[in-house]
């Protein structure tokens, strides 16, 4: 109930192609979805996050789809560049309004993309 | 600079040695979390604190101990290591335990332990 399954584990894309990971849940209290990219040798950084009142979330070149009927959110990274090589995170809590806290996250278990020139 | 700075970043000890990971950040942040990232498993939560003196367990705790006498610090205490606490680990903290949408978590670089 607790997991968050995150898919592919890892992804090669050409340059100024489109990368696409996808994550699961099955705790429906779940309410506050963040994904976090992690650079070799340093910590995660909050990259986009989504609530699920929202179908989609887009800043610059990377967009969250959220779909809550069928559990599903995934991350699309278009004109994929060689800076965005790294591991990615999906996460998700229960915020603090609903009983939990907004950062115990619990993540996927991460996706390594390399992007190719 | 805002930062989440963690000491060591990397340490090689033995069985049963205690040892102590300090953390500390500089944005007078409530919330603060420990987190253990393993091969093929990404970050689990070992324990957290809402604000100073209050703490409590996240995912993995055992074997681990926290204390948060100083809104700053926030220190992950191994009283009795073993190898299978061998992992990099990340501490992290953020405004409050509440969020705002959006609140980031800002993670130190991590340390690197290896129990042999």
């Known amino acids: 109930q607790q997991q968050v399954k995150q898919s592919p584990q890892s992804l090669i894309v050409q340059k100024g192609g489109i990368s696409i990971i996808n994550c699961a849940y099955e705790n429906t209290a779940f309410d506050y979805f963040p994904w976090y990219q992690q650079f070799p040798g340093k910590g995660p950084a909050l990259l986009i996050a989504?609530?699920?009142?929202?179908s989609e979330k887009k800043e610059g070149r990377f967009t969250i789809s959220f779909n809550k009927s069928a559990k599903q959110f995934s991350l699309h990274i278009m004109d994929s560049q060689p800076g965005d090589s790294a591991t990615y995170f999906c996460a998700a809590s229960i915020s603090f309004t609903y009983g939990g806290s907004q950062g115990n996250l619990i993540f996927g278990k991460g996706t390594k993309l390399s992007v190719k020139p | 600079e805002a930062q989440v700075t963690q000491n060591p970043r990397y340490l090689i000890t033995v069985t049963g040695k205690k040892l102590t990971v300090t953390c500390s950040q500089n944005?007078?942040?409530?919330?603060m979390s420990w987190y253990r990232q393993d091969p093929g498993l990404g970050l689990r939560q070992i324990y957290y604190?809402?604000?100073?003196?209050?703490?409590d367990k996240g995912d993995v705790p055992e074997g681990y101990k926290v204390s948060r006498k100083e809104k700053r610090n926030f220190p992950l205490i191994l009283e009795s290591p073993s190898p299978n606490q061998t992992s990099l680990y990340f501490c992290?903290?953020?405004?409050?335990?509440?969020?705002?949408?959006?609140?980031?978590?800002?993670f130190g670089d991590g340390t690197r332990l290896s129990i042999l």
């Open positions: 944005m007078n942040h409530e919330y």
């Open positions: 989504i609530r699920p009142d929202v």
């Open positions: 604190s809402m604000n100073v003196e209050v703490t």
């Open positions: 992290a903290s953020s405004l409050s335990a509440q969020g705002a949408y959006n609140q980031p978590q800002h």
